[in-house]
């Protein structure tokens, strides 16, 4: 497969349980061994030893999809979004990186007043911004979003939708945003990549694809979300 994502644009991945979404997010951020060639920042990072990608770690980073076990409780909200920078040796003074997790939690819409609390406290969207905190506060170029609003309740979602877009336009970021909810990716990804067993089945701009799929399997994705979709509507009616 080829494909590229620049910043500012969000490269939507989709496909059935199974069908290498997440393999292909993890193996681009080189935490998996693969084949190809991956280039980043016009820098080829697949022949890189773990040593030599350390350094770019902090320039592409990772949401996962449970808020609920992706943070530690036993650390503090500072604790778990400085821990990066502690790792990075980006702000060795304390009072600094305090100041640096209070402008990134501002960033994605929670009070800095909160970082002395702990997750437990939030509720599972408030947890998935700390989360999202947690990468935007190393300054990445690339975040992978895996399946981020899926433990999420649907008004929830809508409000993650707005926060990801404002925040790649605030700051110039690129998403490779990995899901099964093609509602979700409908409304933030410019382009769609479709997999199947570890293939791309179909790749193009997210209008095309989504209103004009030219592979079988695309078009039974698709025909099977909007069933689900319909067979929700009848259930809530009823």
């Known amino acids: 497969m080829t494909f ?3 910043p500012g644009q969000t490269l939507g991945v989709v496909g059935e349980s199974g069908s290498g979404k997440t393999t292909l997010g993890l193996a681009l951020l080189r935490l998996i061994d693969s084949e190809g060639e991956i280039r980043f920042d016009g820098e080829r990072v697949d022949d ?7 350094p770019l770690r902090r320039r592409m980073q990772v949401v996962f999809q449970d808020p609920y076990g992706s943070l530690s409780p036993r650390l503090s909200v500072e604790q778990i979004i400085e821990e990066g920078l502690v790792v990075h040796n980006m702000e060795p003074n ?6 640096r997790v209070a402008d990134v939690l501002t960033d994605v819409g929670l009070s ?3 970082m002395d609390r702990y997750p437990h406290e939030f509720s599972g969207g408030q947890r998935q911004r700390i989360a999202v905190a947690r990468a935007l506060v190393l300054h990445p170029r ?3 979003l895996d399946e981020p609003t899926s433990a999420l309740d649907v008004s929830v ?3 993650m939708v707005d926060l990801l877009h404002e925040l790649q336009d605030r700051h110039g970021l690129a998403y490779l945003f990995i899901s099964h909810d093609l509602r979700v990716v409908r409304a933030l990804a410019d382009e769609i990549l479709v997999m199947k067993a570890g293939r791309v089945m179909e790749h193009g701009a997210a209008m095309d694809v989504f209103d004009n799929p030219r592979e079988p399997y695309t078009q039974a994705l698709l025909a099977a979300a909007l069933d689900l979709k319909v067979a929700h509507a009848q259930l809530v009616a009823d």
């Open 142 to 144: 690339l975040l992978v």
């Open 4 to 6: 590229s994502l620049h």
């Open 112 to 114: 800095p007043d909160s």
């Open 48 to 54: 890189l030893s773990r040593n030599e990608v350390r």
């Open 94 to 99: 304390r009072a600094d990186r305090r100041a």
């Open 157 to 159: 979602q809508a409000q």
